[in-house]
């Protein structure tokens, strides 16, 4: 009897905690937008304009002079992002400290000036004290290493997203994100500008895009899943702390320039954006933010412009962050609607890019700061981003932020539908604002417990596993390189070329190696040499920079070269005596001596590796050297990346201790690898079948089936060339025959979820049926044979796929997802129910009735004479009743509607009472045959 008891309380709390999750996010979000619509009433118009402005500023440590407090104190601005190309940073070992203090200073700035009365409203002479709102800390921290993260050291190491992509895993896309989060929240950053949603579909075009290694991939079903894993991560670890700007919205991965040098020009149609690159965008703002952990708190609007956006390929739009016609159309979109109704946060990119200026030259017009701002935010952008924003004219870029802030809040009096545009944006900001401080400013949980520092930097076991998955073996196949290339050994000579560059930290800070000249060699002796495994002579391996080879082979070098360059008669020996020639490579730029220096000696002397080996290790983008250039390696290799772990891996693969077992998540023109091909199911692959009918939600597996019956069929999960599961939406045909019968195999089409296909026929006939499926080129199947017993059906049988749609299962998840049963079109499901959203009152209503029956409860259990305990378990029971009873009502279960159209929202008071009083009842009568049975 007392297991009894235990597991009905047991249930009971697990219910009542499950049914009340939904109102308790639902409860949340109001109450996020009751607080901000307070906050938004209190606040001057020059406290309204503040919050939509983010600035950069010069320095890492800011005095009460300076520009960036006078903006903070005084204009209360919305917040700063901070970049290493404003030298906000400082080297190792004073980095995690200095950056701490710097963000404690500028909260502490903002929160003490809200502490005393000042005449912020210029047109009131009454001192008033101004909102307390947080400021926003904003960074990119793109993973790879420089020159895509501002911070360069001293973080535990972060893999590119291309390499992340590499490995086909969203559960490490989530672990790298979880890891990123961590680490930004404890130095008090709330906001992360990333990752890139970007699709790259042909490497042929989106290679002047400049996105380099910046994207998940070139599928837009897999960017999708690693984009919201990544986002995932992030919320987890930062405890949701560290809100997320999704970037490059719509997307631009068919650019052919960098948007942050010209505004890039793409032909796209707002259908064509909506198949491919608006996907990723799409998955991760399917609801209001907060609601999801994977959804985006934001979208960083692209400086793109688009050809034939609406059909018509002679007309072009403005830049998107400009252009308000294009922006509403993205927005209008139903794909977004509920997200940005939900406060879906937008904010425009750099809008004193230099591809902004060249664009504001090209019309014959001069740069003004305030009028690209007005620009910006009435094309509907809610955060506005000033970073080297000074107008043609001003003596700085100070001026020109304080006058653009002036010119809004004076417009904000002036004009009315801009100030009600005002107010949306606002609103929204705040409401982020609130979400990452759990409703409530508190500037001891806006800057985070300074002893979080001390254990930053100290995971590696993330980016090793990474790299292990993503090393992808390019050329030549994996059984063609086991026989045609075997390990050094120790009479051979070795000769290391590393793409090494200069980095640093802010502009008066020390130089650090991008990619360190003998690394990989270290690696190799450590490993191997003496000390290791002895399979080579240290005295046979040597490192040059790719800056040596190419002042070897004649190129001159530039005035931009920062690297010491070696005797070109020391490389010539080296070289010529080698047997190995080990090239570390990032991709080639016209602006960095030597890194096109492997392609040169590739392309004009071939006499310099004769019955040489050559393999290269690639730790940017894999489609850097074309076919010809592949032709003459013997070996190469992609990594992705390049933190240390990343370059220590290649000495394993050097040696055959490791394998290349990635696959590259975008296409590789120079040999022959097409991602559409790739991730098209594989033709080798036999797909099995699984044949049942549902009998009270039970799978009922037999070899006799009835006329009528609903037959359901499933695959198990198909996959494609690299053995990862097909994309959602792949196309699969289950055929459906009775042999030595005169009539047409019925063909019933439907598309993959998870990499399942599943489809529901009813049976329509009897005889013998034989079933089979087909998936694109698998067009190899088990055979499924059933007999139908009963009398032909004379009406025509209707066969339809049920494809489901919940949410994607991870990838290594191998058991099929359930399959529900048929309807009709537009019948609901029993248990396909719509939550009620009950508002502020409906809560309010239910919360009393929980307290007019715990309070009942315990009265009824004292006059019982109970013991105390007793009386208190009683009431704690009921409260679960209670709220038992309230979400019924909130997810509208059977007879709900009823009772809501009869006595409105009297009805959360009524069900919260009838919950707790039918659990009161219950729990009395235990207690009674306890007590006195």
Known sequence: MMDMKRSLIVFLIVASSLLAQHSIAKATILLQQDNAARLLENMTPEELIGQLFVVTFQGNKPVETEDVIELIKDHHISGVVLSSSFDNFVDQPDTFANIYDLISTLQNAEYESSMEPSLIDQTSPTPKRPEYIPLIIAISQEGGGAPYSQIISGLSPIPSQMAIGATWNPDLAKAVGELVGYELQALGFNLLLGPSLDVLEDPRIIEPSGLGVRSFGGDPYWVNLMGKAYIEGIHIGSDGRLAVIAKHFPGIGGGDRPSSEEIPTVRKSISELHQIDLVPFFAVASESPGANLSTADGFLISNVRYQGFQGNIRATTLPVSLDREAYNQLMALEELEEWRAGGGLTMSDALGSRAIRRFIESLGQTYKGHLIAKDAFLAGNDLLYLTNVKSDGDPDEATTVKSTLAFFAQKYREDTVFAQRVDEAVLRILKYKLRIYNNEFNIDRVIPDRDEIDSLGTKQDVAIEIARKAATLISPLAVEGENRLGPPNTQERMIFFTDTRVIRQCTTCKAQYDMPISLLQDEVSRLYGSGGAGQIGEWNLSSYTMADLANYLGILPTDNNQLPLSPKEEVEQNLLSADWLVFSILHSSTDIYGSDALKRLLDSRQDLFINKKIVVFSHDVPYDLDATDISKIDLYYALYSKPTCFIEYTARLLFKEASGDGHSPVSLPGVGYDLIDITSPDSEQVISLLVYTLFEGEVVQKEVYDVGEILQIETNKIVDANGNQVPDGTPVEFILDFPGENIPSLEVSTT??????????????????????????????????????????????????????????????????????????????????KARVLGVEGLTLGLLGVFITSGFAYSIASVQHTDSTTRIRIAILTVMGSLIGYNYLAFGFPGTEYLFVQIGQLASLFSSIAGGGFLLIVTLIIVKSRYWG
């Open 752 to 833: 993959t979820v998870s990499g399942f296909g599943k489809a529901s026929v009813t049976l329509d006939r009897p005889g013998a049926l034989t079933i089979k499926v087909e998936s694109s080129t698998a067009r190899v199947s088990e055979l499924k044979q059933i007999t139908v017993q009963g009398e032909m059906i004379e009406q025509t049988p209707i066969a339809s796929a049920v494809v489901e749609t919940q949410e994607q299962v991870s990838t290594e998840t191998e058991e099929p997802l359930p399959l529900p049963t048929e309807t009709a079109e537009n019948e609901i499901l029993p248990n396909e129910v």
